[in-house]
């Protein structure tokens, strides 16, 4: 109720409120769903009866389904109710649910759930799609086949492509500088962590690989190895450049100031929602925006992963496959 009197008052003056009010609206109807689904009443249907009443008119449709012919689509008759009315007739059809589950009541909370969206100037497909894309985001595993699509480089010349398998030495010298080597050639500027407190961000171009070999993303290494897609100027401009660079760091950065409160995610098996959302947004209008937040997920974690073995032996290879989305540490032997 209050991000969407927000999104209403505020208007276009923070598009905020918009996504926020959205999301809002699309956790409801999840919740809504599940209890749809533990009451055994068909979610469809209840929708389906809501909008057919009084207030509203059928209109038929061509179907953009398979072998669906004709859709059906209800539109109020008459412009939207006050806001706030409606918000308080969402809020009591809530109510009524947590004392009497019976079809009736999910229906005119579904009708009340309806009439607050059009209240708010919603768009229900618009809500409905969002919540679809977070909830198998965050919650449902990708498999190969999800991720086939997501490779944003494979129609580059080799020499233009993240490498399929690389073996990077990370080399920490007296100094307490960190060094990195690919085929032999050093890479990128010798780092320290930039910190009085010793934490390890030295070592931190294992994320880059890291999202190299799982996300099939790096603006970062492909400028330390030099492999931009310069072939199709609009890549290297809006993909490989400074900004998507400077977002890539800057992201890092982000995370790994959350890592360290969590002890750089030892133990865990999961990042928070929080945290991916705002990766989510960090990202947008950047090719890696279609990958999935659990790839996201598992960027991290693995990265992490890497990145603590590699910080308890001052170095070590950092080992990365694209093909079967995996990084993974060596130790590094100065007598072989």
């Known amino acids: 109720m209050t991000t969407a009197k927000k999104n209403v008052r505020e208007k276009s003056a923070y598009p905020g409120f918009r996504r926020a009010a959205e999301e809002e609206f699309g956790d409801t109807l999840w919740y809504f769903a599940a209890v749809c689904r533990r009451l055994n009443v068909p979610f469809d249907e209840v929708f389906a009866e809501a909008a057919s009443y009084e207030k509203y008119s059928s209109y038929s449709a061509a179907s ?10 209800s539109m109020p008759k008459q412009t939207s109710e006050p806001l706030d009315s409606a918000l308080i007739q969402l809020g009591k059809a809530a109510a009524n649910l947590l004392e009497t589950r019976s079809r009736s009541e999910l229906v005119l909370f579904a009708r009340s759930y309806i009439d607050a969206l059009n209240a708010a100037g919603l768009v229900f497909s618009d809500v409905a799609r969002a919540n679809t894309r977070k909830a198998i985001g965050a919650f449902v595993e990708p498999t190969p086949s999800d991720l086939a699509d997501l490779d944003f480089d494979c129609t580059f010349r080799s ?22 080597q ?6 990128g500027d010798p780092l320290t962590d930039n910190i009085a407190d010793e934490d390890g961000y030295r070592f931190h171009d294992v994320f880059h690989f890291s999202y190299a070999a799982i996300l099939h993303w790096s603006p970062v290494m492909r400028a330390l190895i030099k492999q931009k897609r310069k072939s199709r100027g609009k890549y290297d401009e809006e993909q490989d450049s400074g900004r998507a660079i400077v977002v890539e760091e800057g992201l890092t950065a982000w995370i790994f100031s959350r890592a360290k409160e969590l002890n750089f995610f030892e133990g865990q098996n999961k990042v928070s929602f929080g945290i991916l959302k705002t990766i989510e947004q960090f990202v947008k209008g950047y090719e890696v925006d279609r990958c999935p937040l ?34 993974q540490f060596a130790k590094f032997d100065p007598t072989t």
């Open 182 to 187: 690919w085929n032999n050639v050093f890479i």
């Open 64 to 73: 953009d389904i398979e072998r669906g012919a004709v859709a059906y689509i």
């Open 294 to 327: 659990k790839l996201w997920e598992r960027a991290i974690l693995d990265g992490y992963a890497v990145f603590r073995q590699i910080k308890e032996s001052r170095g070590g290879w950092i080992i990365g496959n694209r093909e079967q989305r995996t990084i």
């Open 159 to 180: 020499e233009e492509q993240l490498p399929r398998q690389f073996r990077i030495l990370v080399n920490q010298r007296a100094s307490g500088r960190s060094y990195l």
